[in-house]
């Protein structure tokens, strides 16, 4: 029998940090007035709904909430074999004099969050865009960093962090998959 994941953030720990985050938010943007979320698909866009509903509970205030497939804007859509599968992007409001805050699951080398930020130049000029993650990784690529941060996580190049949650997956976690571990 092999034994299961090393969990690094429980369900428990996962929604503290969101909590912590949402206060962050607000803190550093003087209350919800200001602000819009996009969540990077796919589980970027499940934090960003978490963390707008946190924001609701915490202030009152219903913060719109957009969802960014970025697919189409990776610099290495060209370079792979297979097409990308395109899905949605929704941003059903004006983001220009807004407070933008972009959510994805795990940052690593940066590159989702740039394609993510030439994206947003499409749907005008934002005040500011900031980046909240659940996980920074390290090994950064390219001059970005969160402004938010659940967890920092040291990991090797080619370990995989494996973000789970529960409206996708059927629980929340987060686990580290060390890269000579086998698929299970």
Same mark, same amino acid.
């Not at 497939?69 to 004099?97: A, G, M, N, W």
């Not at 933008?100 to 934002?126: C, S």
């Given at each position: 029998m092999t034994p299961g994941p090393n969990i690094i953030l429980s369900d428990k720990? #996962?929604?503290?940090?969101?909590?912590? #985050?949402?206060?962050? #938010?607000?803190?550093?943007?003087?209350?919800?007035?200001s602000i819009v979320i996009i969540g990077i698909l796919t589980r970027g866009a499940v934090l960003a709904k978490r963390i707008a509903a946190t924001i609701k509970e915490?202030?009152?205030?219903?913060?719109?909430?957009?969802?960014?497939?970025?697919?189409?804007?990776?610099?290495?859509?060209?370079?792979k074999l297979e097409q990308p599968i395109v899905q949605r992007t929704d941003i059903l409001f004006e983001i220009r004099d807004k407070n933008v805050i972009l959510i994805d699951d795990v940052l690593y080398t940066g590159r989702t969050v740039r394609a993510a930020l030439d994206q947003m130049v499409d749907f005008g000029r934002a005040r500011t865009i900031q980046l909240a993650v659940l996980v920074d990784r390290g090994h950064k690529e390219l001059p970005i960093r969160a402004d938010y941060v659940g967890a920092? #996580?040291?990991?090797?190049?080619?370990?995989?962090?494996v973000v789970n949650v529960s409206e996708l997956d059927g629980k929340d976690e987060v686990y580290v998959k060390k890269a000579n571990e086998k698929n299970g």
């Amino acid at each position: 029998m092999t034994p299961g994941p090393n969990i690094i953030l429980s369900d428990k720990k #996962i929604s503290r940090a969101l909590t912590r #985050i949402s206060h962050e #938010i607000l803190e550093r943007n003087s209350g919800a007035e200001s602000i819009v979320i996009i969540g990077i698909l796919t589980r970027g866009a499940v934090l960003a709904k978490r963390i707008a509903a946190t924001i609701k509970e915490l202030e009152g205030v219903e913060v719109p909430v957009g969802l960014m497939d970025i697919s189409l804007y990776r610099d290495d859509v060209h370079s792979k074999l297979e097409q990308p599968i395109v899905q949605r992007t929704d941003i059903l409001f004006e983001i220009r004099d807004k407070n933008v805050i972009l959510i994805d699951d795990v940052l690593y080398t940066g590159r989702t969050v740039r394609a993510a930020l030439d994206q947003m130049v499409d749907f005008g000029r934002a005040r500011t865009i900031q980046l909240a993650v659940l996980v920074d990784r390290g090994h950064k690529e390219l001059p970005i960093r969160a402004d938010y941060v659940g967890a920092n #996580i040291p990991t090797a190049m080619d370990d995989q962090v494996v973000v789970n949650v529960s409206e996708l997956d059927g629980k929340d976690e987060v686990y580290v998959k060390k890269a000579n571990e086998k698929n299970g």
